[in-house]
């Protein structure tokens, strides 16, 4: 039973455009959630997060939007650049776990010049 | 300053054999963590180190898996008597400590194969 979904296996977006990538979750209680971006051959890196108290966080060209009634958060980044090319995973954890980690499938992003 | 290091970075085996990989924290993380990839799915929870305490092993998914941890420092993940569906990347994490929203900094991942 996956608790966190990522329903698109890949998108491809053009350069300069603004990417949108998705993830629902099934499980109430998680309260805070990240995005981690993985390129080829090297391991996760942390890219932003939000807490359940807040519906919006944006650090640079990244924003991640949260929809608790939808049970649902979103990854934009504006604009795409070539080096936003990777696969975006997003993950959720609950307080009484905090450090276990739900892990969605991931989203490889291609972005076209 | 040097990252999470693993290794080795790819393995190749035969079913029923066993494996050992290898995870070198960041210096002075206390916490860390091991998860397994498969193929097109997101990364499992395996087991988790926290200083001198207990592991938590409840992500193992059977007694052919083990893992330890010196202190601090290096761990190592073992695999016995391999399947082929142990195939997988495996991966390391460590973070400062165990604390809710501590980033977890990764390696690179071992990527196993079990013919």
């Known amino acids: ?9 890949s998108l491809s977006v053009q350069e300069g455009r603004i990417s949108i990538l998705n993830c629902d979750y099934t499980n109430s209680m998680f309260d805070y959630f990240l995005w981690y971006k993985k390129y080829p051959a090297e391991g996760p890196t942390f890219l932003i997060s939000i807490s359940s108290i807040k ?21 934009h980044i504006v604009p795409s650049q070539p080096g936003d ?6 993950a959720a954890s609950t307080r009484d776990s905090n450090y276990q980690l739900i892990w969605g499938a991931g989203t490889k992003l291609i972005i076209k010049p | 300053g040097a990252g999470v290091s693993q290794s080795p970075s790819n393995k190749v085996t035969e079913k029923g054999k066993d494996v050992e990989l290898r995870c070198d924290p960041i210096s002075g993380h206390t916490a860390l963590y091991w998860y397994r990839q498969r193929l097109g799915q997101g990364l499992e929870f395996l087991i988790y180190f926290q200083g001198n305490s207990a592991p938590d092993k409840s992500g193992l998914p059977s007694d052919r898996f083990s893992a330890e941890r010196t202190g601090e420092s290096v761990s ?13 990347v495996y991966l390391c994490a460590s973070s400062l400590e165990r604390r809710w929203r501590e980033t977890q900094y990764f390696g690179p991942g071992t990527r196993l194969l079990v013919l």
Request: proline share 2%.
């Open chain 2, 76 to 88: 190592t993940l073992t695999i016995q008597r391999t399947q082929q569906e142990d195939s997988a």
């Open chain 1, 1 to 9: 039973d996956q608790q966190v979904k990522q329903n698109s296996p």
């Open chain 1, 85 to 90: 090319s990777a696969v975006y995973f997003c």
């Open chain 1, 55 to 75: 519906d919006k966080n944006e650090d640079g060209r990244f924003t991640v939007f949260l929809n608790k009634s939808a049970k649902h958060l979103s990854l």
